[in-house]
């Protein structure tokens, strides 16, 4: 009672084996997080990641001019790690 759900990446859309999007119903006290902890848990974060050489795993690359076909292979759902444009 009382508590505070905030989802963070939700990748599933609409379906998936936890129906996350029943979270966001007008009697649930869940909200899509945009941003959690404070500016010192950022720049901790990123110097451990800078430390430990953690580098993201990417998937594919889309020139700005192909936008359309990033967001088909993401909605493809065939991609593990990022989709990136470049410009």
């Not at 966001?24 to 990641?49: E, H, T, W, Y």
């Not at 580098?55 to 990022?82: C, T």
Request: proline share 5%; hydrophobic share 40%.
């Amino acid at each position: 009672m009382g508590g505070h759900i905030a989802l963070i990446g939700v990748l599933t859309g609409i379906s998936g084996e936890v129906p996350t999007y029943l979270l966001f119903s007008p009697a649930s006290c869940a909200s899509p997080a945009s941003m959690v902890g404070s500016r010192k848990d950022q720049l901790d974060m990123n110097r451990a990641i800078a430390a430990s050489g953690m580098k993201p795993v990417i998937d594919s690359s889309f020139g700005l001019d192909s936008i359309a076909d990033a967001f088909r292979h993401q909605e493809s759902q065939k991609h593990f790690g990022k989709i990136c444009l470049e410009f």
